[in-house]
């Protein structure tokens, strides 16, 4: 596969560590840093409570994977994925960290060629009190989120090397017989 044309898939954990459930974001980025599943070439980046100062850092991936605590008033532990353009228009309130996650996904469609897919893969927090650990419900779902995570990554990797493979037999006039 053409480097140039090599998906830039980039991971980034977001959350405050000091503040027991919002931390989960950078939690399950470091555990999947050392996750010999994830295909190779991908780039983790703790976001921690940044928002849209991360926007540099991110711009031209091809693929943005986003982990997170998301006060989505469900119940504590649960966890669900956001894409494209369920995304938009995500109310500040809803990450934890209030206005930084809305402002990088308002502001990167503006300042770059956005990334083509962004995926946030969450999780509703029981508390955010000082602290450094997870809530029983919120460290029980951290390995669904890494495995959720694993898989979303695997998937991008694949249909890229499936997308490299066709345009290499179509440059090369070659039907596979």
């Known amino acids: 596969m053409d480097y140039a044309s090599a ?24 555990r999947l840093e050392r996750d010999s599943r994830v295909p190779a070439g991908v780039s983790f980046l703790d976001g921690g409570t940044l928002g849209i100062e991360l926007v540099s850092y991110v711009s031209d991936s091809s693929h943005l994977l986003l982990l997170d605590a998301i006060d989505r008033r469900e119940r504590p532990g649960t966890l669900f994925r956001m894409a494209n353009d ?49 809530s029983a419900p919120v460290e029980a779902a951290l390995d669904p989120l890494v495995e959720a995570a694993v898989e979303q990554l695997v998937s991008w990797s694949e249909r890229a090397m499936t997308g490299a493979v066709a345009s290499a037999v179509s440059a090369n006039g070659d039907s596979g017989s």
């Open 86 to 134: 369920e995304l938009r228009g995500l109310p500040c309130a809803a990450s934890v960290h209030q206005v930084g996650l809305a402002d990088l996904l308002a502001t990167l469609p503006l300042v770059s060629s956005a990334p083509r897919e962004i995926v946030l893969l969450g999780v509703q927090p029981l508390s955010t009190d000082w602290g450094t650990q997870l």
């Open 7 to 30: 998906p830039r898939m980039v991971v980034v954990g977001i959350g405050n560590v000091i503040r027991s459930d919002d931390g989960l974001g950078v939690r399950a980025m470091q």
